[in-house]
């Protein structure tokens, strides 16, 4: 009896220290990354062009595209995965369509980001010819993150209850005007943080990026052309770190990753405000 | 209230445009359908493209070479992938066993013994983890975890298997907790109450009760997180050292698929031998991860019956 109260105690310890462990690594990681980079983001560094083999570079260029590249992807990806998850959550019937589409969602979501990154080189490099473009990153960066997009916007629809959409059909709406007032509306702050959740993957994508849109930015800044070449912040901090020549890629690569964490931590917390407004204000029901 | 859910403009019908309505409905559900067709040309067109372009391979080399041949020297015309396919194998084993364990730990913890504050700590610690680029945690291996093994091993460069699969555990540690969470939250409370009434401590539940229910979730967050390691590309890159040689121990310089990719595929030119024996490996891969989420999908359907 003693001894199996001892061993509870331990077992019961080791969980605990599970837990202990995934929060201190956080922590260590945090404090390492920051305490290196923090102090290299000055002015100067956030705005500076960076420099392929001198000292006193900065990463400028590569914040506008980062950007630049999030925004387009995400015009290709919420509209198509939202009308999809619409269709798989409020249209699709039980049939064999209906599954072959469950199952490419799934496994495009399982397709390595790399995949993603040649079957872009193939199609909008070496097919279309675009040469290395902040399109074709875009676009190879949204088809990684459709099956989320999918995935979420399923879930979100169907969790809502069955109420409301009685209550609208029984007004006499279309099924359509019920989707798009009703069930939207109530489903949207799930929707947001799946969004979130793909917007953080495409500032920290890189593998797809550096055979799509290239590790070179172009000579002007801001570049909108959307057919130059355009180096992301993650695909910089890779190129200075792991192949770059400049003396200083200690000091640039610090900066970048400290950057690259700020921006993530930054949109973590501006996408729970806009989620609390929305529940706030949608769901007092 | 019910003015900011029902904020459509024509929400109520009037006999007027019923017409109309019935035509816009008919439109959207054909783009709505579109949408989601789109989804299987994308995956289609993914597995053609890709293979196609890497079974050009075997114009120039045998298969039975190219699987079996740990002799990767593509100027000498030699194209054996062993050697990446057991880096591969050796490190998404080893990640997901020191991922895995920690992983479904911290899920018991969060759902059977946190107090509600650490709780929260602990989903918001995840989701920090989730939010972290491959590029920084491949920094982070660079400049902390390769030059620790380096002191403590004496005899090493530092690179090589071990730190990959220590880095990348931490990487799959999110996709092991939340899937197994959920799983374990879902185990019906009266399981557990039953267990308690039998006389069984919250170990014995957990381990005699709970876990057994929550095992298809459970397994399934892993296979999950097993074809995330699979995939990763850019934090491996960065601290396995890039070579094409078998390593004898944890602690050489090896490669794996995705890093050989990665390397390599800028040196090369579209078309030729060496460029499409890459592609064959990225072949490799997707059918692996394919199976993978097959294998995840049928644990998954077996659970909820």
Same mark, same amino acid.
């Given at each position: 009896?003693?001894?199996?109260?001892?061993?509870?105690?331990?077992?019961?310890?080791?969980?605990? @220290?599970?837990?202990?462990?995934?929060?201190?690594?956080?922590?260590?990681?945090?404090?390492?990354?920051?305490?290196?980079?923090?102090?290299?983001?000055?002015?100067?560094?956030?705005?500076?062009?960076?420099?392929?083999?001198?000292?006193?570079?900065?990463?400028?260029?590569?914040?506008?595209?980062?950007?630049?590249?999030?925004?387009?992807?995400?015009?290709?990806?919420?509209?198509?995965?939202?009308?999809?998850?619409?269709?798989?959550?409020?249209? @699709?019937?039980?049939?064999?369509?209906?599954?072959?589409?469950?199952?490419?969602?799934?496994?495009?979501?399982?397709?390595?980001?790399?995949?993603?990154?040649?079957?872009?080189?193939?199609?909008?490099?070496?097919?279309?010819?675009?040469?290395?473009?902040?399109?074709?990153?875009?676009?190879?960066?949204?088809?990684?993150?459709?099956?989320?997009?999918?995935?979420?916007?399923?879930?979100?629809?169907?969790?809502?209850?069955?109420?409301?959409?009685?209550?609208?059909?029984?007004?006499? $709406?279309?099924?359509?005007?019920?989707?798009?007032?009703?069930?939207?509306?109530?489903?949207?702050?799930?929707?947001?943080?799946?969004?979130?959740?793909?917007?953080?993957? @495409?500032?920290?994508?890189?593998?797809?990026?550096?055979?799509?849109?290239?590790?070179?930015?172009?000579?002007?800044?801001?570049?909108?052309?959307?057919?130059?070449?355009?180096?992301?912040?993650?695909?910089?901090?890779?190129?200075?770190?792991?192949?770059?020549?400049?003396?200083?890629?200690?000091?640039?690569?610090?900066?970048?990753?400290?950057?690259?964490?700020? #921006?993530?931590?930054?949109?973590?917390?501006?996408?729970?405000?806009?989620?609390?407004?929305?529940?706030?204000?949608?769901?007092?029901? | 209230?019910?003015?900011?859910?029902?904020?459509?403009?024509?929400?109520?019908?009037?006999?007027?445009?019923?017409? $109309?309505?019935?035509?816009?409905?008919?439109?959207?559900?054909?783009?709505?359908?579109?949408?989601?067709?789109?989804?299987?040309?994308? #995956?289609?067109?993914?597995?053609?493209?890709?293979?196609?372009?890497?079974?050009?391979?075997?114009?120039?080399?045998?298969?039975?070479?190219?699987?079996?041949?740990?002799?990767?020297?593509?100027?000498?015309?030699?194209?054996? #992938?062993?050697?990446?396919?057991?880096?591969?194998?050796?490190?998404?084993?080893?990640?997901?066993?020191?991922?895995?364990?920690?992983?479904?730990?911290?899920?018991?913890?969060?759902?059977?013994?946190?107090?509600?504050?650490?709780?929260?700590?602990?989903?918001?610690?995840?989701? %920090?983890?989730?939010?972290?680029?491959?590029?920084?945690?491949?920094?982070?291996?660079? $400049?902390?975890?390769?030059?620790?093994?380096?002191?403590?091993?004496?005899?090493?460069?530092?690179?090589?298997?071990?730190?990959?699969?220590?880095?990348?555990?931490?990487?799959?540690?999110?996709?092991?907790?939340?899937?197994?969470?959920?799983?374990?939250?879902?185990?019906? %409370?009266?399981?557990?109450?039953?267990?308690?009434?039998?006389?069984?401590?919250?170990?014995?539940?957990?381990?005699?009760?709970?876990?057994?229910?929550?095992?298809?979730? #459970?397994?399934?967050?892993?296979?999950?997180?097993?074809?995330?390691?699979?995939?990763?590309?850019? @934090?491996?890159?960065?601290?396995?050292?890039?070579?094409?040689?078998?390593?004898?121990?944890?602690?050489?310089?090896?490669?794996?698929?995705?890093?050989?990719?990665?390397?390599?595929?800028?040196?090369?030119?579209?078309?030729?031998?060496?460029?499409?024996?890459?592609?064959?490996?990225? $072949?490799?891969?997707?059918?692996?991860?394919?199976?993978?989420?097959?294998?995840?999908?049928?644990?998954?359907?077996?659970?909820?019956?």
């Amino acid at each position: 009896m003693k001894c199996s109260k001892l061993k509870d105690n331990f077992i019961t310890m080791l969980f605990w @220290a599970s837990g202990v462990i995934i929060f201190l690594l956080l922590c260590c990681f945090l404090f390492m990354i920051l305490s290196e980079g923090l102090p290299v983001l000055s002015l100067d560094f956030i705005f500076g062009r960076p420099e392929e083999m001198l000292e006193g570079g900065g990463i400028g260029p590569e914040i506008f595209n980062t950007f630049y590249i999030l925004l387009l992807s995400m015009l290709i990806t919420i509209p198509i995965g939202l009308g999809a998850g619409i269709y798989l959550a409020e249209y @699709a019937k039980d049939n064999i369509i209906t599954r072959v589409i469950k199952l490419s969602v799934e496994c495009l979501a399982s397709v390595p980001s790399i995949v993603f990154g040649l079957f872009g080189m193939i199609v909008f490099v070496v097919k279309f010819k675009m040469g290395f473009s902040i399109l074709g990153g875009a676009a190879a960066l949204s088809l990684l993150n459709l099956p989320v997009m999918v995935r979420v916007t399923e879930q979100a629809i169907t969790s809502v209850p069955n109420i409301y959409k009685e209550a609208s059909y029984a007004l006499g $709406t279309t099924k359509w005007q019920t989707i798009y007032s009703v069930i939207l509306p109530i489903a949207l702050p799930n929707i947001i943080t799946g969004i979130n959740l793909i917007a953080g993957r @495409a500032i920290g994508e890189s593998a797809v990026l550096i055979y799509t849109a290239g590790t070179s930015i172009s000579r002007v800044f801001p570049q909108f052309n959307p057919m130059a070449a355009g180096e992301t912040l993650s695909v910089h901090l890779w190129y200075v770190k792991a192949i770059g020549l400049i003396p200083d890629a200690d000091r640039v690569s610090a900066g970048t990753a400290a950057m690259l964490i700020v #921006i993530i931590l930054i949109f973590n917390m501006v996408i729970k405000l806009i989620n609390k407004y929305i529940k706030r204000n949608f769901e007092g029901v | 209230m019910e003015s900011k859910i029902i904020r459509g403009k024509n929400t109520y019908l009037t006999f007027k445009n019923v017409k $109309t309505a019935k035509e816009i409905e008919k439109i959207i559900k054909m783009l709505l359908t579109a949408c989601a067709i789109f989804m299987i040309i994308v #995956i289609f067109s993914i597995i053609t493209f890709v293979s196609k372009q890497g079974l050009e391979t075997f114009k120039m080399v045998s298969p039975i070479e190219y699987f079996t041949s740990s002799y990767w020297s593509p100027f000498e015309e030699q194209f054996g #992938i062993l050697t990446f396919i057991k880096g591969t194998l050796l490190l998404t084993g080893l990640s997901t066993l020191i991922g895995g364990v920690l992983g479904v730990g911290c899920a018991i913890f969060i759902s059977k013994f946190a107090p509600k504050f650490i709780k929260n700590i602990l989903r918001f610690t995840v989701e %920090i983890f989730v939010g972290i680029p491959s590029v920084v945690y491949g920094y982070i291996g660079l $400049t902390v975890v390769v030059p620790l093994i380096r002191r403590i091993f004496s005899n090493s460069v530092g690179f090589g298997i071990l730190p990959a699969s220590l880095i990348l555990s931490v990487m799959i540690m999110p996709t092991v907790i939340t899937i197994s969470e959920d799983s374990i939250n879902s185990v019906d %409370i009266s399981f557990e109450e039953a267990s308690y009434a039998l006389g069984a401590t919250k170990i014995q539940t957990i381990f005699g009760v709970i876990l057994p229910c929550a095992f298809p979730g #459970i397994i399934s967050s892993i296979i999950l997180a097993m074809a995330r390691a699979l995939g990763e590309t850019m @934090a491996v890159q960065m601290v396995i050292g890039n070579t094409p040689q078998l390593a004898n121990s944890l602690l050489e310089p090896t490669s794996s698929l995705t890093t050989a990719i990665v390397m390599d595929i800028a040196n090369t030119e579209f078309g030729s031998t060496w460029n499409n024996a890459l592609f064959m490996m990225a $072949t490799v891969l997707l059918v692996i991860s394919i199976i993978f989420i097959l294998f995840a999908r049928k644990l998954n359907r077996r659970s909820m019956r």
